[in-house]
């Protein structure tokens, strides 16, 4: 054949060299239509060969090559390889698709990798087999059945540009001796499936020697004539039940008893006769007797025990085929054939965290307790074919979840660099986690074998083996789990992943007796008899003299007992245990048969109660657990009102909660016919919870907790009736999902379609759907609408719930397809007809990628996020993320023809929800991404309505007495603001009267620092043309969903797109007292948009776009603050210059009498209670201390309690919150964060609901809280919570709390006590009662009616923050500098951190006034102050209060020259350099050169003029306080470090000018960038009072 390529290929296919070689034109611009196919067709074993001669780096993805039966001279040529059909097989990458689709995931040489220069064939075998050729080397047989006249094709798809055909002819010589090897290993691969493994003596495939070993054990008893003979049978073990003749079946404990008393015998026999019973020695030469060094005798006696017929085992000889005794074990194609003492240990390279003993041949994990992955630990040495690789698990722990990996690696250990976990690797790795395999970190195959790796106990067996054919096999226990990988490389180490649970394993390489024993065993327990046996179908009617009869199995928890003839089952010792009380059915439940039990006996002592299900695993053989849902395989149980299935929750609300059952009330179970799982509570069916439930699974019954005694209940009358079937057909329907609703008319009736892929579950009335098995299983979980979009129509989801096992995410889009007609694929971009999908950045029509890079990755998104899909009535698909409009994705979508919105929980993604922004767009702006009811802000009462101020932008009018505003003419100059400053917490709302679509854009609205009566008469001089150009004041806005100050972005995706407004919409916004901005979008609070907001701010709107004209509709009823929001408790400010807070007279009454407090008897089960319930302690562990107080929280009550003691061994601390139902009952989880219903918790600085979170950056960061802090929390009279630290108000952190509500404590990580405090309850609104840290302060000066304190005496007790790592950085950083101590105060009490935390603790404002006359400064945030020593000649009198502050920015070098001198210096006069470091000091910090320009003689110098500024945004620039690197002598991290000083000014010594460094943009909000900077020549016009540091 000619190796030539066909005239007729691909559209951008150039050919040249007589049409040997073809390149891609526009190789830069487009990446496909590269298609050619070969001249003439292939003929059998020619290898059609090309090289590829150029590649470009501008695309993912190369070159794909394969064959086809199409006819390249008819042929429509498609875009891509891939997209051929009618009989096309073509490998890209890895993987070998079939008519464009995936038939091998895994194959070969991955084609993306190859270089220039590379070569690849393709071969149709005379088998008709395809072979991937790649320079030279043959990758085996990528498909059969090939059909004959088919042309070789070659796609110069993305990077490849440019190939040559070389070749068209068979292999070589050596190629062809290679084949015919090939071949025959194949041959003897299917030789190799029916070799004999021996385990216990009994061959794989024979089970003569099991017949014998029978017979021998009875023999032994003198009972043969009573046991049956086995017939043998030519299956694997696994099998051998089934075949049993009828009339010879043994009950399953018979065959247990035989096979364990047949295998004792042998042993004994072995023990007592020596060899009479046979060699097959492990260790001994096929040879000879003598036994080996490593051996331990294994017996494999013949029947008649005669040595010399039946000796002959195998040992380290390398012969596979040596002979072997009637029963003895071959074990030579197990070890190996190893000769030399080549052993197989560990590497001594292996993962961080690894500590190698015992030789190499035992490796642990350090810090199990802290850490849970970096525990990989590779082999010595590669693996020789048929060499077994076992290890046994020494040591496991309860801390995490997942367990053991293990698998085979072609990386070489001694060039690795290893990762975390081996399933981070994505190259050259197969692993076996859990019960699947992981091929390069994915998932091919789900559920490999029976037994999983997280089930395992210590002292349990896992071993692999790499076979000569290239099979890949896992053992578990002795038993081969079969074929994990069918093609492996030649050349691959073995690959311990001590992950999660696993600790320390050690490398086996011998086995002893009972190691044997156990592994029968383990055979035993995955071959139970009932399994697979047809079963006849059971009447309803039981009958209780049958055998057939439900009892429970004797086998049961350690602190259960079964009593009444197998009837009941009871923890006789209730009152002193919780659990291991897991009880199981005698047999496996027949299909539609009832399971129910009724509870006899309960205790009030503990939380939580009856667990009922079902499970896969066999009684006789479990280990039962704890509790039944730590159980990681097989087993579905309903806990609570929630379902659980492997240990994971898959429906959170379903069917009456367990833990309200009192004793009398029944529960039960069924399995349907149809695999669907039922459960009922007093009879009544709760509906559906799982599917797909295997058969022969046993009933499951968990006395936890309170449930102390329970009884089958079997009689007729007793059962319920089944449930109606609700499936009529293999599609799977969930519970609770609305039928397919066609062209509904209201616009909220879009929801997820009861038809689905099969591992989805739809609940929540259709709302919300979800994967169950999210960590087994990764897709199989579509789920589309119920009905059409109409055009226009945004469907929107939200994410709720992401793991971090898999690769890929959600995937979205929309289908032509009908629910009633689509067969649901595995993932929807399988599918290749009327389909567009958009997954990650890529959008893809029936499977095919039309477009990379769309403007947003679904892969990147996180939980909350929100997703939407439109259709455009012009047949464009529109997506939004977070509310903003990505632009088109793409067009040509039918505009006719009815769309269904599909989702693909795939991969990370697990849950989502539809939000209420679903339906129309013009009616779907508004909508909560994080819960479905919102927290409404209901605009004020009738009050003094809020007016627009007579300044405004040029084509704005202003009507209704300054109400409304118009926009006149164009699209800009649309500025207006409110007529006065904003109250703290006062919203300024309008409603949107009109809108014009001829304009793009639409509504900004935000706050500034810019007072309107500041502006000139002629609006046209003063104005920018739109809002985001307003620059002259600081302007906090949100334009579309993008927050920006001064026009600069801030923050993106802020919440709802002022852009979807439309007429009746509401838009408000308010300062609040945090010092942030939110934006509420009828009524409904965004969030904080911006933080730092000055205090005397404005409204600002602009009518800019399509929203031409709005109306006031709030009302300025916050001229008493006291009639909405109540103050705060008063306690004087220790913080410097916080100004006193005036009580409010006049508030609300005090409630009377206030309720005292205390914790409720149900905790966690850690929790200690003392000093009558007032003190709550954790005892042990790290969480396991949720806390609740035993009354209700009254309206305007302050609950308070004190941080006792801190374990700094543990990271994070305690959360607060409060519950909105009653925790009598309550079945403490192990945090709060996994309470899910009516719950509000404050963890960090965040607020959470249902553990979704709604607010970040609300107040300080609770796990910086101190030993000796007062936390509370009180719900004011509009239904919000406020948190209070140290006394001090944090603002509202969630709103519509329910009533009553129960304050709620996690006693988390570090907190380990708290104690309630009852000496200061309060009633917000009524008289102050004293502050519980009020010190004796000295009171300050009145300055213009406002009382202040004194800045420089902190009370002790109110900067207790000792576990501030901030400040401790800083201190050693203060201690490397080596100043005298002399220079500074005594007490450490006076210095403060003004870190994030610490000054949020205090609750310090921004900005305070000092001096006469008054002047601002702001407090230095991100600084730590440490106090100087006054000098005894200055004058502390009440004059020199009135000094103003203000800071200096220095060097590190003039510091003990400044303090030396006791003022401040002009210049850097310094021995350090702010030049880049080139040497480490002996104190840690750097140490450059000295400055020369220091050296001047004092007369030469000029008067000292020294730079101040009363902020240090100013002052502590780079360019005043050069930074310099330290190493910090406790972590021996490098950081930068900065230092100034605080200062005492003498009003009028200083001058006040403009900032001097060319700054464009404000540099702080309160001051003005032409009057920050202050210079002064006086030398005794300052006093240095504090050291400022501050540490990156």
């Not at 780096?57 to 199409?70: A, F, H, K, P, R």
């Not at 089960?1165 to 319930?1173: D, V």
């Not at 899910?1236 to 970040?1256: A, G, M, T, Y």
């Amino acid at each position: 054949m000619a190796a030539e390529l066909h005239p007729c290929s691909g559209k951008l296919i150039g050919l040249s060299n007589s049409n040997r070689t073809a390149q891609r034109n526009q190789p830069v611009q487009e990446f496909n239509h590269g298609l050619v196919l070969s001249r003439e067709q292939l003929k059998d074993r020619d290898v059609f060969t090309v090289r590829i001669d150029k590649k470009v780096n501008s695309w993912s993805g190369s070159i794909e090559i394969g064959v086809t039966s199409l006819d390249p001279a008819g042929l429509d040529f498609p875009s891509s390889a891939t997209g051929l059909k009618g009989g096309s097989w073509i490998v890209s990458g890895c993987s070998v698709l079939r008519d464009g689709r995936s038939v091998l995931e895994e194959y070969g040489r991955d084609l993306d990798q190859l270089s220039e220069g590379d070569r690849v064939g393709i071969q149709r075998s005379t088998h008709g087999e395809l072979h991937l050729w790649v320079n030279g080397q043959d990758c085996g047989a990528a498909a059969s059945g090939l059909p004959t006249g088919l042309w070789a094709v070659v796609d110069l798809y993305g990077k490849c540009t440019q190939v040559t055909v070389v070749s068209c002819e068979p292999p070589s010589l050596a190629e062809r001796d290679t084949e015919r090897e090939t071949v025959e290993e194949r041959e003897q691969e299917d030789e190799d499936e029916e070799e004999e493994v021996v385990v216990c003596g009994v061959r794989e495939g024979e089970f003569g020697g099991l017949t014998s070993a029978v017979n021998l054990a009875a023999a032994t008893n003198g009972t043969l004539e009573e046991v049956p003979e086995l017939p043998p049978t030519h299956n694997r073990p696994d099998k051998f039940p089934n075949n049993l003749e009828p009339e010879t079946v043994l009950t399953e404990h018979q065959l247990f008893d035989v096979l364990n008393n047949a295998i004792v015998s042998l042993y004994r026999s072995e023990d007592n006769v020596g060899g009479d019973l046979g060699g097959g020695g492990i260790g001994r030469d096929s040879g000879t007797g003598s036994r080996g060094d490593r051996g331990s005798s294994s017996g494999g006696g013949s029947v008649n025990g005669n040595s010399s017929d039946s000796g002959g085992g195998t040992g380290y000889t390398g012969s596979v085929n040596s002979p072997a005794g009637g029963g003895g074990a071959r074990l030579g194609a197990v070890t190996g054939g190893m000769l030399t003492n080549d052993a197989l240990l560990f590497h001594e390279k292996c993962g961080t965290l690894i500590k190698l003993s015992n030789n190499n041949k035992t490796a642990e994990r350090r810090r199990p307790l802290d850490e849970f992955n970096n525990g990989v630990v590779m082999t010595n040495r590669p693996l020789r074919h048929n060499e077994m690789f076992e290890i046994r698990i020494d040591k496991l722990v309860d801390k995490w979840s997942g367990s053991i990996e293990i698998g085979v690696t072609t990386h070489n250990p001694n060039n690795l660099d290893y990762p975390a976990t081996m399933t981070n690797l994505r190259s050259g790795t197969i692993m076996m986690s859990g019960c699947g395999i992981l091929t390069n970190g994915k998932g091919t195959r789900r559920e490999y074998c029976e037994f999983s790796l997280d089930e395992l106990q210590e002292g349990d067996h896992i071993g692999l083996m790499h076979k000569a054919s290239g099979a890949l096999h896992f053992y578990i226990n002795g038993i081969d789990q079969g074929v994990a990988a069918a093609q492996t490389p030649a050349i691959v180490y073995a690959v311990v992943d001590l992950y999660g649970m696993a600790v320390k394993v050690t490398i086996v390489h011998n086995h002893n007796h009972s190691d044997r024993l156990r592994r029968n065993n383990a055979i035993m327990r995955a071959l139970s008899p009932d399994v697979g046996r047809p079963r006849p179908a059971r009447s309803l009617t039981p009958d209780p003299d049958t055998p057939d009869r439900l009892l429970f199995h004797s086998n049961c928890g350690q602190k259960a007992a079964i009593i009444s003839e197998g009837r009941t089952a009871l923890r006789p010792h209730a009152t002193d245990d919780f659990n291991h009380g897991v009880v199981l059915s005698g047999r496996p439940l027949h299909s539609n048969e009832v399971f129910q039990v009724r509870i006899d006996k309960m205790v009030d002592k503990w939380a939580g109660s009856i667990e009922i299900g079902v499970t896969t695993h066999n009684p006789a053989y479990l280990q039962l657990p704890s509790t039944m849902t730590n159980l990681r395989s097989g087993t579905w149980m309903m806990t609570g009102n929630g379902v659980m299935h492997n240990g994971t929750t898959i429906l959170d609300e379903y069917g009456h909660n367990l833990d309200r059952l009192k004793a009398g009330d029944t529960v039960g179970v069924v399995r349907k016919e149809d695999g669907s799982l039922h459960f009922f509570v007093n009879g009544v069916a709760q509906g559906p919870a799982a599917w797909n439930v295997p058969p022969s699974v046993y009933a499951v019954v968990d006395l936890y907790g309170q449930a102390a005694q329970a009884t089958i209940m079997d009689d007729v009358a007793d059962l319920p009736t089944l449930p109606e079937d609700s499936s009529d057909g293999p599609t799977v329907m969930s519970p609770s999902s609305p039928c397919s609703v066609a062209g509904g008319n209201s616009a909220n009736d879009l929801r997820f379609h009861q038809l689905h892929g099969t591992n989805a579950v739809i609940t929540n009335g259709g709302r919300t759907a979800l994967r169950q098995n999210c960590r087994s299983e990764f897709n199989d979980a579509i789920v589309i609408s119920n009905r059409c979009l109409r055009d226009g129509e945004l469907f929107e989801i939200v994410i709720q719930k992401m793991v971090d096992r898999w690769s890929g995410s959600i995937e979205a889009g929309v289908t032509a397809i009908r629910p009633e007609e689509l067969e649901f694929p595995n993932t929807m971009t399988d599918i290749d007809y009327d389909t567009w999908m958009l997954s990650g950045t890529a959008i893809m029509q029936d499977g095919n990628t039309m477009r990379n890079n769309y403007g947003c990755d679904l892969d990147t998104l996180t939980t909350g996020s929100r997703i939407g899909m439109m259709r455009s009535a012009t047949g464009d698909l529109h997506y939004y993320i977070n509310g903003v409009d990505q632009g088109v994705a793409c067009t040509g979508l039918p505009p006719g023809k009815e769309v269904y919105a599909v989702i693909d929980l795939y991969g990370q993604c697990v849950q989502v929800s539809i939000t209420s922004s679903s339906g129309p767009q013009d009616n779907s702006l508004c909508t909560s991404n994080i819960t479905e009811s919102s927290f409404p802000i209901h605009s004020p009462v009738a009050g003094v309505a809020h007016r627009l101020h007579s300044k405004h932008g040029k084509n704005v009018v202003l009507l209704g007495e300054g109400c409304q505003a118009v926009r006149v003419g164009g699209y800009a100059h649309g500025i207006v603001f409110s007529a006065k400053e904003l109250k703290t917490d006062e919203l300024f709302e309008v409603k949107i009267d009109e809108v014009d679509d001829q304009w793009s854009g639409s509504l900004h609205m935000g706050l500034t620092t810019l007072a309107p009566p500041e502006l000139p008469s002629c609006p046209m001089s003063g104005l920018s043309p739109s809002l985001t150009q307003l620059r002259s004041k600081v302007t906090w806005l949100l334009a579309g969903s993008e927050v920006r100050r001064n026009g600069l972005l801030q923050r993106q995706n802020y919440g709802a797109s002022l852009d979807r407004l439309t007429v009746g919409n509401r838009v408000g916004v308010k300062r609040c007292s945090d010092d942030t901005m939110h934006v509420l979008i009828d009524g409904e609070d965004m969030g904080p948009a911006a933080t730092a907001v000055a205090k005397n701010v404005y409204a600002v709107l602009d009518l800019y776009g399509r929203v031409t004209a709005v109306s006031i509709v709030s009302s300025s009823v916050l001229e008493d603050a006291g009639s909405v929001k109540a103050p705060s408790l008063s306690s004087d400010s220790c913080s410097e210059g916080e100004e006193d807070r005036t009580p409010v007279e006049g508030g609300e009454p005090a409630l009377v009498p206030n309720t005292v407090m205390a914790f409720l008897e149900n905790h966690g089960k850690n929790i200690q209670l003392s000093h009558e319930n007032l003190t709550a302690a954790r005892v042990s562990s790290y969480n396991q201390g949720l806390l609740v107080t035993a009354q209700p929280l009254p309206r305007q009550q302050l609950f308070q309690f004190q941080i006792d003691r801190l374990n700094a061994s543990w990271t994070s601390s305690l959360s607060l919150g409060v519950i909105g139902h009653s925790p009598d009952r309550l079945n403490f989880p192990s945090t709060a964060c996994c309470l899910k219903r009516s719950v509000w918790l404050l963890q960090r600085d965040s607020v959470f609901h249902n553990s979704l979170k709604i607010c970040e950056n609300y107040g300080p960061n609770l796990d910086t809280c101190p030993e000796g802090t007062v936390l509370g929390l009180l719900v004011d009279g509009n239904s919000c919570l406020h948190l209070y630290v140290n006394g001090m108000d944090q603002g509202v952190a969630a709103q519509d709390i329910p009533t009553p509500c129960y304050p709620l404590i996690d006693l988390y990580g570090q907190c380990e006590q708290v104690t309630i405090v009852t000496n200061n309850v309060a009633t917000v609104g009524g008289e102050s009662v004293k502050a519980r840290f009020q010190g004796d302060m000295e009171k300050a000066d009145m300055v213009d009616g406002i009382k202040e304190s004194v800045c420089w005496m902190p009370h002790p007790e109110v900067n207790p923050n000792k576990t501030c790592e901030y400040q401790a950085l800083c201190s050693r950083f203060k201690d490397l500098l080596t100043l005298p101590d002399g220079y500074f105060n005594e007490d450490a009490k006076y210095n403060l951190c003004y870190c994030e935390s610490c000054h949020k603790l205090r609750g310090d404002e921004s900005y305070h006034k000092r001096g006469e006359p008054p002047r601002d400064y702001a407090l230095p945030f991100g600084w730590c102050r440490f106090a100087l020593r006054i000098k005894p000649h200055c004058d502390v009198s009440n004059s020199f209060k009135q000094w103003h502050i203000a800071y200096h920015g220095t060097s590190v070098g003039a510091l003990r020259r400044t303090l030396d001198h006791a003022q401040l210096l002009s210049g850097t006069s310094s021995i350090f350099s702010v030049s880049p470091v080139k040497t480490e000091g002996p104190n840690g910090y750097s140490e450059p050169e000295e400055n020369s320009s220091n050296s001047l003689p004092d007369r030469d110098r000029e008067v000292p003029r020294v730079q101040l500024s009363p902020t240090m945004r100013y002052s502590g620039l780079e360019m005043f306080a050069p930074k310099v690197q330290f190493r910090d002598p406790r972590s021996h991290c490098c950081h930068q470090a900065q230092v100034g000083f605080q200062v005492c000014v003498r009003p009028g010594s200083y001058k006040v000018g403009p900032q001097t460094l060319g700054a464009i943009e404000p540099l702080d909000p309160r001051f003005s960038n032409t009057e920050i900077e202050w210079i002064t020549k006086d030398q005794g016009g300052t006093l240095l009072y504090g050291l400022l540091i501050r540490v990156e």
